[in-house]
């Protein structure tokens, strides 16, 4: 009876005990281990959360009404984060440049108030801050370029240059666009209005030929003809035809769409 | 192996800085050479002077032994060398040490000739640039006098159309030197020609990306606009600095009334070519009024005709004339400028904390204000600006604001200014409180 309930205290205390691995990263960012001394736990207790400490006093409290001596089939929490973190086993000399790199996350991010009620005077530390410091001390992030003033002049020069040479070659292509579209547009309104000979309305008069309406069939056969957009895609209308993109569209996706 | 080293680094030890501790090591190693280069030394000049007679001087030429005075703060680049010269010329080294060890090295090429490939190549597309543009600017000014010499066209449309072809030409006088870095850096250092439109377009743009905006924000928060005048579009155009003797005033900071007392200056930077004459104006919204348990404004300065160019904008208060001290000179007579003379700013004990707002107002071009006359009308109590500017048809250009309370040496400034009521306080008046009425809980619960 009492090594199974042994057994389920410990396999209890395991599972606390992994998830206080994590609390214990926090503690010490928050610099709760001195917190802790001062409450005079003893040291295995620090490294357990509320339960497990209050379970761990109960069990003392009832071994020494009843033997006398500590109930050791509890095992004590694992040291290996104890190692990577406890000051007494890993010194490193600080100089005195770098204070502000070990400096614990105090005040919030936001200026909202926090609602301290639930974990009363804990300084809750911030992991958006803590995931920027890690990227940005991690050894494979590259440092960041500190340039010199004429360094620094140069950069600006080759941005602004390349800036401007990309600019014009954008304005220049644009203009070749445009310069094309503009070119087939009098094109076709050329054609609108030539009959089946070649003629325009101009030429007929000149050479005496008899007039002919602009509404006739035959002026502008040719660019009626031109403009049809049938069987070009066999039915699908190419405003409806879009080439994979690497890029998402503009208009983004349709939830409301049916059916 | 260093990669799974790496792996399993934890975030703490991550987070820690390593650039620290490599400086500190470095700093460590360099210390003990230094020392170590002190300790022979001393040992050799304990080991000669009993056995032998002094060895001869050495010669003036070596490096380590310079004379004091030879020593250049801008090329000094041992720690040895800048001790020396603090200790002997009292004067520190110019730049950077880094800086100064690289320049014995190098030669001095000017910055154009700097031979980076990717740079020159980017000059050049510059340069062809800037001659584009010079282009452009040459037939836009063709284009202009052409339209100015056009007769058959109607006056206002020719106007309109002379407004946005100078405009269009001011812009094309930017563009074709903003991209040079020898201006960026010429305006970085403080020496831009304010007279030329570049720099002008630099400052206000550096003017408007943080002052301006800062400026602003107080005017509105401490309702300067709207109270004293209403909202404008584009309003301020010019900066205006704000200084008593020493002390540079923030917008809306609070002011010790013997630091207000004297010595204000003005420092008016307008940011468009030509000179104006503008009109200086000192008002206090926050007088307090017993009777009518509100506010009165009162004006504590006013002046007009002050010039203000680009390149000046320095007004000290005590350098504008004031009415009575025309010169008896018979070729110029100098127009008097100031109306009302400055008063101290002073908030009296108990009164809430009171705004003062300088205001500067452009006139229209070539007028000059009568001083003379409008100091016989004017008054400084119940000072409505607005009125003030609709009359002379003046426009604001520029604003800054400080704040006055009551502290320990309000007393000895109204005092020297001759005010009367320096012993008075101000004191809330009770107000009975309205009779409660419990509602039912029915509807308000």
Known sequence: MVCTRSKERDRRCKLKVTSTEKKTLIAQQRGDSGAAAVLGMS????????????????????????????????????????????????????????????????????????????????????MRITLIRYHLKHPLTPRPLRFSRNRALRHWTIHRAWRLYQSKLRLSRQLELERQYNSMASACEALRLIDSHGLTAEDRSKLGEPEVSEGGKDVGRLYRIAMRKDQIWDGVPIEYARIQTESPPRDGWNHSWTR | MIAPKRLSRSLQSVTQCTNHERQSFLQFTRRTLSSTVHINASVESASTPSSQPPP??????????????????????????????????????????????????????????????????????????????????????????????????????????????????????????????????????GKGDLNKPIYRFLADRKWRSYARKLLVQRITQMNVIPDILPHITDFPTASVDLSFGRHDVQPGAFVLSEISEKYCKLNVQVYDKGERMVTIVVVNPDLPNVEKDGFDYRCHFLAANVPVNPTSGSIPFSFLRSLGSE?????????????????????????????????????????????????????????????????????????????????????????RAGIEGSDVEFKRKKIEPLPYKKLDGERYR
């Open chain 2, 327 to 415: 010169s008896g000179k018979d070729s110029q007579v100098e127009t008097p400028q100031i109306i009302l003379p400055y008063l101290p700013s002073y908030a009296q004990k108990g009164a809430p904390y009171q705004r003062m707002a300088v205001f500067v107002l452009q006139q229209p071009d070539g007028v000059t204000l009568d001083v003379a006359g409008i100091a016989t009308r004017a008054k400084r109590e119940n000072f409505i600006l607005r009125s003030f500017i609709d009359r002379h048809k003046l426009k604001p250009i520029g604003v800054n604001m400080w704040r006055t309370k009551w502290d320990d040496s309000t007393a000895g400034v109204m005092e």
């Open chain 2, 56 to 189: 001869p001087p050495p010669p003036a030429s070596t490096d380590r032994l310079e004379d004091a005075s030879s020593l250049n703060p801008e090329n000094v680049f041992t720690r040895r060398e800048e001790r020396k010269l603090v200790r002997t010329q009292k004067i520190n080294p110019v730049s950077s040490r880094r800086r100064r060890a690289a320049l014995q090295s190098t030669d001095s090429v000017p910055f154009e000739q700097l031979p980076y490939q990717c740079f020159q190549e980017a000059r050049k597309i510059l340069i062809a640039d800037r001659a584009e543009k010079i282009k452009q600017i040459e037939v836009q000014r063709e284009r202009i006098a052409r339209v100015k010499d056009n007769e058959n066209m109607n006056e206002t449309a020719k106007k309109q159309k002379l407004d946005s072809m100078n405009r269009h030409l001011a812009e094309l006088k930017i563009w074709a030197d903003i991209n040079d870095p020898i201006v960026k850096k010429t305006f970085e250092d």
């Open chain 1, 43 to 126: 040291c295995r207790e620090r490294y357990l959360d509320r339960d497990a400490r209050r379970h761990h006093r109960r069990l003392q409290r009832r071994d020494d009404l009843e033997d006398g001596h500590t109930h050791d089939n509890m095992k004590p929490p694992s040291t290996a984060l104890l190692r990577a973190f406890s000051p007494l086993w890993r010194t490193n000399a600080i100089p005195f440049t770098a204070r502000g790199c070990l400096a614990q996350q105090q005040s919030s991010f936001s200026t909202t108030e926090q609602r301290m009620a639930r974990d009363k005077g804990k300084p809750k530390t911030d």
